[in-house]
Each structure stands twice: as C-alpha cells, then as structure tokens.
T-cell receptor, first 113, second 115 residues
Framework: DADVTQTPRNRITKTGKRIMLECSQT?????MYWYRQDPGLGLRLIYYSFDVKDINKGEISDGYSVSRQAQAKFSLSLESAIPNQTALYFC????????????FGPGTRLTVL | GESVGLHLPTLSVQEGDNSIINCAYS??????FIWYKQESGKGPQFIID?????DKRQGQRVTVLLNKTVKHLSLQIAATQPGDSAVYFC??????????????FGRGTQLTVWP
C-alpha cells in the first residue's frame, strides 16, 4: 500500500550494529504498529502506538525500541543487532476504531550477519 | 492468552475450483476477525472482515464464515484464479482492555492454484 512506506526495503548489517527502520504514512491514522515475520510464522507484534504520546510493548519487544516522532512517523530501532533478529519487518497503520483494518507497508528485509 | 491457528499449512487447488481456508481461535472474547492475503515480496493486504455479531459476510468472490460455537473461521474463494496464489492469514481482535485494537495473527496457509 503506497500510503504506508518503509525505509530501507532491504538492509544487511553486522552483529552489534545499531539499526533504525522507518515508517511513514499518509493515511492520517492515529494508530501505528511494528510487526516481525519469520518464515513459516505469522506476524508477531513488536510495538504499537495509538497516538503520538502512547507507546506500548507487543509480544516480542525485547531487543527493540521505538519512537513516534509525529502522527505520520513511527521508527523501530535495534540498539545492538543480533542474528536472530534477521526477519521481515512490517509497519502497519489503522484508524482509531479498534474494528478497523490495519494497512501494511511493503516490509523491510533485515539480515544480521 | 489468545491463539490463532490454521488447520493446514498448504492448500493446492485447480484453477476454477472453490477454495476453503480454515482458521481456529481460542479466545471466546474475540469479537472481530480479518482475513489478509500476502503475495510474495509484499505486505499483507486486507481481504474481508467480520464482526462477532455476524456468522457470514460476502465480498467479491470471497465469503467469510464464523462459527462462534466451535471458534472457527473460514475463508471461501469462489472460482479460484492463479492470482489468488498467496499466503492467507486470519487475525483476531479481542477488543478488551489492554489488547483493544491489537490483532493476533495465525501462521498462514499457502494457497497454490494450478492450471
């Protein structure tokens, strides 16, 4: 969905490096999410934010941090990357109603060597 | 906690046949369900959703059925086409307390359509 963009799309890095993945949206949604996808597994929630001043941990937040710089921007950081953080990362947004669908970005493929 | 699972990890169908993808959930408080389609190299795309006060909802070539008694959800695709080949995920939202607005995803079913 072009309304949700992620940068970079692919990244290869080394163990111990700090990495930031960025997400921007033009949908005007208050809610933003970061998910991780591993082969054969569904999407697992890392962090989510229901508005600029609200940040919440998801199922697998250890080793990750986030920053909600503005309504339209939500970044995910790996302070010290490790190989088992190699995965596909997706950002998503949704409107305020909890029964609204989430719109996903194209994903960032991260490889940690 | 919630768990969302799929009965079969893969499904192969012939072009033109109907496809049925199943999903089980364990949280009886779940009140909103979504089906997503993920094509290779892309993010998940919304297909159809259903609230717990309904047992059936239809879209274009797709139908979602919800059986709350046995906590089962299914996605039916009519006249399956090669472009339907993808991984399909079900997701649920309990909509209660701290999990309000969060979605819990199943592991996905790979649908392959052959000519």
């Amino acid at each position: 969905d072009a309304d949700v963009t992620q940068t970079p799309r692919n990244r290869i890095t080394k163990t111990g490096k700090r990495i930031m993945l960025e997400c921007s949206q033009t949908k005007g949604h208050d809610r933003m999410y970061w998910y991780r996808q591993d082969p054969g597994l569904g999407l697992r929630l890392i962090y989510y934010s229901f508005d600029v001043k609200d940040i919440n941990k998801g199922e697998i937040s250890d080793g990750y941090s986030v920053s909600r710089q503005a309504q339209a921007k939500f970044s995910l950081s790996l302070e010290s990357a490790i190989p088992n953080q190699t995965a596909l990362y997706f950002c998503a947004t949704s409107a305020g109603n909890p029964y609204n669908e989430q719109f996903f970005g194209p994903g960032t493929r991260l490889t940690v060597l | 906690g919630e768990s969302v699972g799929l009965h079969l990890p893969t499904l192969s169908v012939q072009e033109g046949d109907n496809s049925i993808i199943n999903c089980a959930y364990s949280n009886s408080a779940s009140d909103y369900f979504i089906w997503y389609k993920q094509e290779s190299g892309k993010g998940p795309q919304f297909i159809i959703d259903i609230r717990s006060n309904m047992d059936k909802r239809q879209g274009q070539r797709v139908t979602v059925l919800l059986n709350k008694t046995v906590k089962h959800l299914s996605l039916q695709i009519a006249a399956t086409q090669p472009g339907d080949s993808a991984v399909y995920f079900c997701a649920e939202n309990s909509g209660i307390g701290s999990t309000l607005g969060r979605l819990y995803f199943g592991r996905g079913t790979q649908l392959t359509v052959w000519p």
